[in-house]
């Protein structure tokens, strides 16, 4: 005759049952995502707007978006998936909280000096012609740059700098580019 012990040991703390999905980054993407579960710029205009990640519920200018999609957009579809989205939502906080950290007079706005720290602090040293760039083309009149133009910048010099290192095979800060190679590698973007 088989004898069977129960024994019930009620010390240890019980884990947290997730009810549904535990990822609450997914009821953001679901909201806007279409059937095929990716999202486009105007969606993911929508959601970031919904999430009220610019602040005031202002949106993202659409070509914004464009960009940040491009740059997670290794499949060439000009849509993210899910685990592209939450990449991107990582990004986004880091990037909010640079330009909060060194927006040293909280105006809201980089200027020229705050700008060229956050850069220096990513590990550029831009020569000033190069910074000069760059400031003219994310900078409103007056030289100051918004929220939504900082993340412009940081999606482009991100997805170049990762270009350029991919090709730049010796290490040395020279790559070679086949025309048709650096027009991808740009216009993507």
């Known amino acids: 005759m088989a004898m069977h ?105 980089m200027d020229a000096h705050e700008l060229a720290a956050v850069v220096r602090s990513f590990g550029y040293n831009l020569s000033p012609q190069a910074f000069q760039v760059l400031l003219k083309r994310y900078s409103k009149a007056g030289g100051f740059v918004t929220f939504d133009d900082f993340v412009a910048l940081c999606v482009r010099l991100r997805a170049l700098s990762d270009a350029f290192k991919r090709r730049d095979q010796m290490k040395n800060g020279s790559a070679t580019f086949q025309y048709d190679d650096f027009l991808r590698c740009t216009m993507c973007l």
């Open 5 to 109: 012990i129960h024994i019930q040991f009620n010390g240890y703390p019980s884990h947290p049952q997730f009810q549904g999905n535990p990822d609450p980054l997914l009821n953001y993407f679901r909201a806007v995502a279409g059937p095929d579960q990716q999202i486009e710029a105007t969606e993911l205009q929508a959601c970031l707007t919904k999430a009220n990640f610019h602040g005031s519920f202002t949106p993202f200018s659409l070509e914004t978006c464009r960009v940040m999609i491009a740059m997670l957009d290794r499949d060439m579809t000009g849509k993210m998936g899910f685990n592209e989205f939450k990449e991107l939502w990582a990004c986004l906080h880091q990037w909010k909280q640079t330009f909060i950290n060194f927006d040293r007079d909280r105006s809201g706005t």
